[in-house]
């Protein structure tokens, strides 16, 4: 995969199919992506599901709930509220991230934020 982006392929997995779009002259290096297609989909699944998680709170309203759209971006559900729940692919909640005001407290009792 790291070799295919190095040659210039971009790599897409959606709805379980792969997508490869690139000169014709590297059609070696697609057939092997091919070859192992189960693989590269599910390595492309990790990443981009890795790649659309949000880290944080929304930086607007601090909000701690997202939603997405099959293989979008996350969505400040506070924001951007789901105008059909047809649409929601997945739900985030992060729990993990203190928010604005416990971030306060920490620094001003001298601890640095996790
Ligand atoms: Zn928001």
Redesign the pocket.
């Known amino acids: 995969m790291a070799e295919a982006r190095a040659a210039g392929l971009k790599l897409r997995a959606e709805g379980g199919l792969l997508h490869v779009r690139g000169p014709l002259a590297l059609e070696p290096i697609v057939r092997r992506l091919f070859q192992a297609k189960i693989e590269v989909l599910a390595a492309l699944q990790d990443e981009q599901k890795f790649a659309i998680t949000p880290s944080r709170p929304?930086?607007?309203?601090?909000?701690h709930y997202f939603w997405s759209r099959a293989g979008g971006a996350a969505i400040?559900?506070?924001?951007?509220p789901c105008p059909s729940p047809d649409l929601v692919a997945e739900e985030f909640t992060i729990t993990a991230t203190p928010s604005k005001e416990v971030n306060r407290l920490l620094e001003r009792f001298g601890w640095e934020p996790a």
């Open positions: 929304c930086r607007l309203c601090d909000g400040c559900s506070r924001c951007h």
